[in-house]
């Protein structure tokens, strides 16, 4: 099936198309229009002009629209869940596409809730001083393959709700659901509010013209370390602001007075949410040499129940690496992982992009899956014998994305967070993000912060006015 892209309100009569693969079964789950410069171009200009009128309604008539999106998203939550699964290969079941369409909604309705109203931040003799929050114009949204609704959703309604436009562009790997989603939202959105434009990334690279255009304003990405640098040089030349949500190398930290037993399912899940590909998971654990060994079978315990497979069959509870350099990636550190560790679990690539749950003990800071991100299935568990020694390998990265530290008393672990140098820290779980709470990447992950009131701010100016 070929899926149509949508600029000004209308669909587009693409030239070309491209495909896109099922993981699962390397059948192709659809084609996405493989489009060009010109067709970028027109959507930014569609995304300019439809800002005049979007952007001079009233603060009650943006929430109003925003809910109108919401209950779009909401009226076909199952039709999106399965274009996900066939797309991006998550199962439909568990902590799958069901579950992300369930997040994209809980995400949209929040974000429609928020406002930000004046501030006065002077009311005297001398004179008031109120400070505005202006929209910025058309935001440029470039999203990853391993949540593709849910993280367009968090760059869609934001900018919506403070009165930008947008032009967004999804992963060549999983662009199907997002042109779906931008059809959906365009039935109640006027024409040019929402824009969407695809390409396989081979020859023109639209991420890349994006981030170069002087038609859009902001640039909202969410990917790899190496695109989002790549992002932020080229926005300097039309000063864009930017909010980047980079990758992460989350370590956990498991102290020594913590329940393996208790612990064994929020690990395995902190880590193996999505296959391990998911930007806060777990993806390094530091655990106290008087409980390693227990937390380790506890682990393999529960995680060898686990069973993978199609996304398309509910007995499935995880599925296929989504993509083949991906899953290269993850067999050539699960392979080097072997020369140095010993395997708990897994360990041999399975059929096509299958990957079994991995766990990897005896490892160190220095090798590479410990240092790289592995972005898939595979878990390496690091013994240590001092909690400093375990803070300073866990803050030995680049990366500043998450944390956690587990713990059967919350004040003691909660003083190890305040040590981790990460833009959140959980305790007793890993990755629980959620609308109200401010996320972003500190040193390498990223710049900037998405949800909650400190993140929708990110899509405006301040003007500040005197009188
Ligand atoms: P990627 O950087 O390869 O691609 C992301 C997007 O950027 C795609 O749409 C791609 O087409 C586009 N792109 C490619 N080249 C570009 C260029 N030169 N300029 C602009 N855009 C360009 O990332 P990926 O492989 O799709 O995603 C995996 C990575 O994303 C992991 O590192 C993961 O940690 C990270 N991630 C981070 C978060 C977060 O919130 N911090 C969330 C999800 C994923």
Redesign the pocket.
Known sequence: MDYKATIGGKPVQAQAHFSVINPATGAEAGRAPDLGLADLDAAVAAANEAFMSWSAQSDEALQAACAAVTAKIEEHQAELAEIITLEQGKPMNGLGSRWEMGGAHAWAGYTTALSLPVKVLQDNEQGRVELHRKPLGVVGS??????PVM?AIWHIMPALRTGNTVVI?????TPLSTLRLVEIINEVLPAGVVNVVTGS?KGV????A??DHPGIRKIV????????Q??MRSAANTMKRLTL????NDAGIVLPDADPKAIAEGLFWGAFINNGQ???ALKRLYVHESIHDAVCDELVAYAKNIPVGNGMEETSILGPIQNRA?FDKVSRLVADAKRNGKVLLGGEPGEGLFFPPTIVAGLKNGDPLVDE?Q?GPALPIIRYSDVEEAIRFANDSPNG?GGSVWSSDIEAAKTVASRITTGSVWINKHGAIQPNAP?G?VKS??LGVEFGEEGLVEYTDIQVIFS
Do not use: V
């Open positions: 470039i999203t990853p393959w391993n949540f993280i562009k999804p992963s060549p790997f990334d690279n639209l991420g890349a994006m981030s990405f969410t990917g790899s370390c190496a695109t989002g790549k992002i949500e980079m990758g992460g998911t930007c806060a991906q991100e972005f994305l996320f990447g992950s990223g």
